[in-house]
């Protein structure tokens, strides 16, 4: 409990830090505090000392969850989404951080229409590239937008990325760049009835960096919860 909750206030400190050396409001920030393949139990004691975001990455294991813990805090979804577990996500969670395709938003909106609801949405965007990673490639991003743009039932807000692993969070400082200027070059071409406010990046070992590079959205789970076991996530 104590170590959680330390924990959790010494990534606000950094967050606060971040945003204040390149003049931004840290409330402009928020924390995903993600909780995949952490027990329900220390779920509990994040929430009670303040967590009040919670990020998933798999919906069986989201499912089991969010029934016992409720749904008076937010869940996020950021894990690789198929599309025949749509009809959960749209029950479980406020916003879907990794919307990379057209038939996967089409089938989120078909499901959000069905339950009368808006699903919150951001685009995951593949900016290194690289094959193994999840995400549209950056070139096919407007003409996605354009298309998520006419889906009633989908409030379009920003986009996402994990950039490669780094030792130095210094290198990963492009790919957040690169995200935000993308964002920019979407936002001239006025596309209406979305918002691109929400940039999604910054994980624990480079939170500081995807701040300064304009996140308003960052993932956190090791630096909250401590090591994942490596088998299991
Ligand atoms: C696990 C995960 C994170 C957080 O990872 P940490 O480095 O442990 O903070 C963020 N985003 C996604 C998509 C993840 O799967």
Redesign the pocket.
């Known amino acids: 409990m104590l170590q959680i909750s330390d924990n959790l206030k010494h990534v606000r400190e950094k967050i606060a830090k971040a945003a204040s050396k390149v003049g931004r409001n840290p409330q402009d920030i928020q924390l995903v505090a993600?909780s995949?393949t952490v027990d329900i139990k220390r779920i509990k004691q994040a929430i009670e000392v303040g967590a009040t975001i919670l990020g998933e990455?798999y919906i069986q294991e989201a499912r089991r969850k969010i029934e016992e813990l409720g749904q008076d805090v937010r869940w996020d979804f950021?894990?690789h989404l198929q599309s025949n577990k749509v009809k959960y996500a749209v029950d479980l969670f406020e916003m879907i951080h990794s919307v990379d395709r057209l038939s996967l938003a089409q089938e989120i909106n078909r499901a959000a229409e069905k339950k009368k609801k808006e699903v919150r949405i951001l685009i995951q965007v593949n900016i290194s590239g690289e094959e193994a990673k999840s995400g549209i490639d950056p070139g096919g991003v407007i003409s996605l937008v354009r298309e998520i743009a006419s889906l009633p039932n989908l409030s379009m807000e920003g986009l996402m990325t994990?950039p490669p692993y780094f030792d130095d969070p210094e290198d990963a400082r492009p790919y957040f760049t690169s995200l935000r200027e993308l964002r920019n070059t979407i936002l001239m071409e006025n596309i209406e009835g979305i918002s691109l406010k929400e940039l999604s990046m910054g994980?624990?070992?480079d939170v500081e960096v995807a701040i300064e590079e304009g996140s308003t959205l960052v993932?956190?789970?090791?630096?909250i919860f401590g090591e994942?076991n490596l088998t299991t996530s």
């Open positions: 993600v995949k990455n950021i894990g994990m994980m624990s070992g993932r956190v789970c090791s630096a994942r």
